[in-house]
């Protein structure tokens, strides 16, 4: 799993896209999910894809749409009306099947990308 690592800046209440592109395996066969990590906070879940199942954390909800692209075997997360609370690294992961009950827990997701830092100032 392949993650641009730029770093994105973003004013509160604009849109920013993240895009996690895959290489050497086809991403439609696996769950991707999109975590991000805040200094000094544990990694959380955001937002989990699989098999046209979305499923999103409630903090999120409404604000941001998790999509994929099969023909460019790309992820994307489309963040909008962003807020300061959402300044973290974020990243994207790939899982095996599990149950969707589990998307949300970081030990499942055996590779990820190398994050992206969001900063969303006020």
């Known amino acids: 799993v392949q993650l641009q690592g730029l770093r994105r800046l973003g004013a509160a209440w604009g849109s920013l896209r993240l895009s996690c592109a895959a290489s050497?395996?086809?991403?439609?066969?696996?769950?991707i999910g999109w975590f991000r990590q805040a200094p000094g906070k544990e990694r959380e879940g955001v937002s989990f894809?699989?098999?046209?199942?979305?499923f999103y954390a409630n903090s999120v909800k409404d604000r941001f749409t998790i999509s994929r692209d099969n023909a460019k075997n790309t992820v994307y997360l489309q963040m909008n009306r962003v807020k300061p609370e959402d300044t973290a690294v974020y990243y994207c992961?790939?899982?095996?099947?599990?149950?969707?009950?589990?998307?949300?827990?970081?030990?499942?997701?055996?590779?990820w990308g190398p994050g992206t830092l969001v900063t969303v100032s006020s």
């Open positions: 050497g395996f086809a991403l439609d066969d696996y769950g």
């Open positions: 894809i699989n098999v046209g199942r979305k």
């Open positions: 992961g790939r899982a095996p099947r599990l149950p969707f009950s589990l998307w949300r827990v970081p030990s499942y997701y055996g590779i």
